[in-house]
């Protein structure tokens, strides 16, 4: 995609709580959604991804929602746990496992505090 | 299924030597290759794109003289940070579609510091 703006920067929640994570895309061509988990120091982690043509996909205690006329898509995690804490990020593409590019998010660090 | 093996885990190297960084798909063929770039507390921000038997295709801003590419097989993918600088520190990582043609599979990175 062209530009993918991700919200909020930082997140802290408190064990068990939920948490959101926001992106916005600008390329109305974009179809492939997915999230990240990146640990430092290690290879970002899909944790989810969603497909233009599906407006919400739950994974256990991990959801993600998209709505393509708004052009943005939310990750949610419910009952968070302390190992959730690492970075976040949204991306978008043109076609997911193919030779389009993905373009990603500026991260979201989100700490669980016991 | 789908790895991408990418050497070296980390290095260390001096201001104006050159360092070359591999990426391997170890059991599928990886036609395309992107090559990512992260400072610290940022994102990933795209490089180039590499492609088996072409030029590969440079970001705005990024200097194809200094990060020389080369994808010379379906299964092997370079890196090449030359007259490196101190400004070159970063975390380098390499992503390949995956073979399924489902999403994208990444290498554990390089963690490049010039001194």
Redesign the interface.
Same mark, same amino acid.
């Given at each position: 995609g062209e530009n993918v703006e991700q919200h909020p920067s930082t997140l802290s929640v408190q064990e068990g709580d939920s948490a959101v994570i926001k992106c916005t895309y600008s390329d109305s061509a974009s179809n492939?959604f !997915?999230w990240y988990k990146q640990e430092l120091? /290690?290879? !970002?982690q899909?944790i989810i991804?969603i497909r233009s043509n599906v407006g919400e996909k739950k994974d256990q205690r991990i959801a993600v929602t998209l709505n393509k006329t708004a052009k943005h898509f939310s990750l949610h995690i419910t009952e968070t746990q302390p190992e959730d804490s690492a970075v976040y990020?949204c991306a978008d593409s043109k076609g %997911? %496992?193919?030779?389009y /590019?993905?373009?990603?998010? /500026? %991260?979201t660090l989100l700490t669980v505090n016991p | 299924g789908a790895v991408v093996s990418q050497h070296p885990s980390r290095v260390i190297c001096k201001s104006g030597t050159s360092v070359k960084i591999e990426c391997r798909s170890l059991d599928f063929q990886a036609t395309t290759m992107f090559w990512y770039r992260q400072f610290p507390k940022k994102s990933l921000m795209l490089m180039a794109t590499s492609n088996e038997g072409s030029k590969a295709t440079y970001e705005q801003g990024v200097e194809k003289d200094k990060f020389l590419i080369n994808h010379a097989s379906l299964t092997l993918s370079t890196l090449t940070v030359t007259s490196a600088h101190p400004e070159d520190s970063s975390f380098y990582i390499c992503s390949a579609p995956d073979r399924l043609g489902i999403g994208y599979t990444f290498g554990s990175g390089t963690r490049l510091t010039v001194v």
């Open positions: 492939y !997915p120091g /290690k290879r !970002p899909l991804d990020f %997911g %496992g193919s030779n /590019k993905l373009t990603f998010g /500026k %991260g | -």
